[in-house]
């Protein structure tokens, strides 16, 4: 079945240290690739995104991302995080071989910092 | 430049009423979708809007309607509202394959 799996629930890290978040999704077709951050009660912001070309794309607010066509993965990363880091981070695919261009979202992961 | 904008912020309603929910556009987008998310989940895509005409719709009943005006923006309706309908629900505007998301409206069913 299609589907976009994050594999971590929550992940705590110490501030200062470096993150990373698995997605790993299932298409025949290598869909769009998309990170978005959500605080708290509010709406989802876009970090990063892929469509084509370079595999490794850099996003806002210090993320990056690599996407591996072999391991079917477009892990979310950052090499020092912030407090103000700690949110729920939801990897999401557009299926390219769909008309429209809707959303398929994993089940987040919470992040949690910790000083 | 404003974001994309949806009204009201809360709502708390009993069940089997009627609900209408707002979404205004990023200024330039053409298409509006919509997503309900339950406390911890992932947003599920409920439909989207482009050309005042429904375009995709996810797996959602027909209790879930809703409508595009020729300004952009847009309104979910739920009827025969359950208990299992209270969630965020979120409206996002694109056009091209980036969505842009609003703050979201938080339906309380009692």
């Known amino acids: 079945a299609q589907s976009v799996t994050q594999p971590d629930i929550h992940i705590t890290v110490s501030e200062g240290a470096s993150l990373e978040l698995r997605c790993n999704y299932s298409y025949g077709a290598t869909p769009y690739l998309f990170w978005y951050v959500q605080s708290p009660g509010q709406g989802l912001q876009l970090l990063l995104k892929?469509?084509?070309?370079?595999?490794l794309v850099q996003g806002i607010k210090g993320f990056e991302a690599e996407f591996k066509r072999s391991q079917s993965s477009f892990n979310l990363r950052k090499p020092s995080v912030h407090w103000s880091d700690a949110a729920e981070y939801f990897c999401a695919v557009v299926p390219v071989m769909e008309y429209g261009n809707k959303l398929v979202f994993g089940a987040g992961t919470i992040l949690r910092v910790k000083s | 430049d404003a974001g994309v904008t949806q009204s009201p912020t809360h709502l708390i309603k009993t069940r089997g009423q009627q609900v209408t929910l707002r979404c205004s556009p990023k200024?330039?987008?053409?298409?509006v979708s919509w997503y309900q998310q339950a406390l911890g989940q992932g947003p599920q895509f409920i439909f989207q809007y482009y050309e005042e005409e429904e375009r995709q719709r996810g797996n959602f009943p027909d209790r879930f309607s809703g409508h595009q005006f020729p300004n952009y923006s847009s309104e979910l309706n739920v009827n025969a509202l359950l208990l299992g309908d209270s969630a965020l629900y979120l409206c996002?505007?694109?056009?091209?394959?980036?969505?842009?998301f609003g703050p979201g409206t938080r339906l309380t069913v009692t």
């Open positions: 200024s330039g987008h053409d298409t």
């Open positions: 892929y469509f084509s070309g370079d595999t």
């Open positions: 996002a505007s694109s056009n091209s394959y980036e969505q842009y």
